[in-house]
């Protein structure tokens, strides 16, 4: 036998509410196409979304996300103009992120499980920091960009505790570049996100 859901907070037959909040943790795993984070490390992320019901089976969802954390680092040899050798040169380039979403969710509300799914868009704003060492000399800068693309999301929400429920989510990046003015080029700044973490009905 299921637990007993009669404390938490119906609305039209709908466990969770009029709305929620949530905080998530996460995993993001950079695109490694050509034009994306090419050789960088997966990150880590901190969100928090609101989402507010529409009936039983549609709801809208605001988030905003940070991605810290991935990192990519080579080293080369560097020569003079004459072609003699000099020593070693490393250079890393940390990526960070805050996003703004906005999500159009489908949701099938039930005693204990409520699957979710939608599409939605992402306004990125990433910045990459440089940091370099060659030849005793090391050097640090900045560059930002931004951009507007799209997600797929889907996942659960698990009805726990009193008004609550853990989440679970996967997002799925569609076309998600970014323009860097410094560097005169778009990057791919999407990834695989998933999520866990705690929704908080309301």
């Not at 990150?43 to 991935?70: H, K, P, Q, T």
């Not at 020593?87 to 509300?109: C, E, N, R, W």
Request: charged content about 10%.
């Amino acid at each position: 036998m299921f637990p007993s859901l009669a404390s938490a907070q119906y609305w039209n037959g709908n466990p969770e509410g009029n709305g929620s909040v949530a905080v998530k943790f996460f995993s993001f795993f950079p695109n490694s196409n050509s034009n994306g984070l090419k050789d960088f490390s997966p990150g880590l992320g901190l969100g928090v979304d609101g989402r507010v019901n529409f009936g039983n089976y549609f709801a809208l969802a605001g988030e905003l996300d940070y991605i810290g954390v991935s990192s990519a680092t080579q080293t080369y040899n560097v020569y003079d103009s004459y072609g003699n050798y000099v020593g070693t040169a490393s250079d890393t380039a940390y990526f960070d992120d805050v996003a703004f979403k906005l999500d159009a969710l489908v949701t099938i509300p039930a005693d204990i499980v409520i699957p979710f799914a939608g599409i939605g868009m992402v306004a990125n704003y990433p910045t990459f920091t440089f940091s370099g060492y060659s030849s005793g000399y090391s050097a640090s800068a900045n560059t930002g960009g931004s951009g507007v693309g799209m997600e797929i999301v889907g996942g659960a929400d698990f009805m726990a505790g009193y008004n609550g429920a853990v989440t679970a989510q996967i997002s799925i990046p569609v076309s998600q570049t970014a323009y860097f003015s410094d560097l005169g080029t778009n990057i791919d700044v999407g990834g695989f996100e998933l999520m866990v973490g705690y929704r908080f009905i309301l």
